[in-house]
């Protein structure tokens, strides 16, 4: 069995393809056609940041996997800034005047793919707006990592699609590496309808839930796929407590920073 540095040094082992769009092009039409089009039209664009200065690490697993509760961790530990997808869709389906506003809504309820133009643009903002802050400057005095126009950031659940995850690293940043969390529907099934408890949320019921689940398995998983043959996935099993799994994140997160961080 590969241990969790085994698999973040082989993460970095295989370089990538010099012809990265074609390749890009290629993977999309394996499994999404609609991503052979956002591909077609990304290229010759520059992305909005520079990933020699930014860093952006993808953070993906199914609904309930503990992307946010290990975002918030990372955070104390590392000064990320860490933008949720579904959190920005849900603040701009709250706000008031938005034009999206019911559009997202009607999204989330039934577990599909907000349009990709939203979701990417919010979070084009949100890096942009981090960036900017002095609030970021001051969190990110954090070993120099937010000095001179650089930042880091934990994007978690983005990419959820292939369309998107070509247009953000064509648009946007190139990502650096994808931190996967993976544990079984049961115990997804379980965290979520005990969060739904709580949570308040419309969509932690047992439809949408199920829903959820059909939307990870067919299109958001085609995208770990797609980072998994280009050596970007770190994958860390999220059944055990809390803890334990955050101890195995701190270690792949080391090894695959040396490596991709400025
Ligand atoms: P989450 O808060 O990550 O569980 O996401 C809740 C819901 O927000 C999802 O079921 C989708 O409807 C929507 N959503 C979250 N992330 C994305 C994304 N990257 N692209 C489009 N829709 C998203």
Not at 14 to 41: D, H, M, V, W, Y
Not at 45 to 68: E, M, N, Q, W
Not at 155 to 175: L, W
Request: net charge negative.
């Amino acid at each position: 069995m590969p241990t969790i540095l085994d698999k973040v040094q082989g993460v970095f082992a295989k370089k990538e393809p010099a012809e990265q769009s074609t390749t890009a092009l290629q993977a999309a039409a394996l499994t999404n056609p609609e991503g052979i089009q956002a591909a077609t039209q990304a290229q010759g664009t520059t992305p909005a940041f520079d990933h020699a200065k930014v860093t952006v690490i993808f953070v993906l697993g199914g609904p309930g996997a503990g992307k946010g509760t290990q975002c918030d961790k990372l955070v104390k530990d590392y000064g990320f800034v860490h933008l949720s997808a579904g959190d920005l869709l849900r603040a701009e389906q709250n706000r008031p005047g938005s034009q999206y506003g019911s559009m997202i809504r009607e999204y989330i309820r039934e577990g599909q793919i907000v349009p990709m133009e939203v979701t990417i643009k919010l979070l084009e903002n949100a890096m942009r707006a981090a960036l900017e802050s002095p609030q970021a400057e001051e969190a990110g005095k954090w070993k120099g990592a937010w000095e001179g126009g650089r930042g880091r950031f934990l994007i978690d659940g983005f990419p959820r699609k292939m369309d998107q995850a070509i247009k953000f690293d064509e648009d946007v940043c190139k990502s650096g590496f994808v931190l996967f969390l993976s544990t079984t529907e049961a115990v997804l099934l379980h965290r979520l309808l005990e969060r739904g408890k709580t949570s308040g949320r419309e969509d932690d019921n047992p439809e949408s839930i199920s829903k959820r689940f059909r939307t990870f398995e067919e299109t958001s998983m085609p995208v770990v796929e797609y980072y998994r043959e280009r050596m970007k996935v770190v994958e860390i099993d999220s059944s055990p407590p809390i803890d334990e799994v955050y101890a195995k994140i701190r270690i792949a997160v080391d090894a695959a920073l040396a490596m991709v961080a400025p």
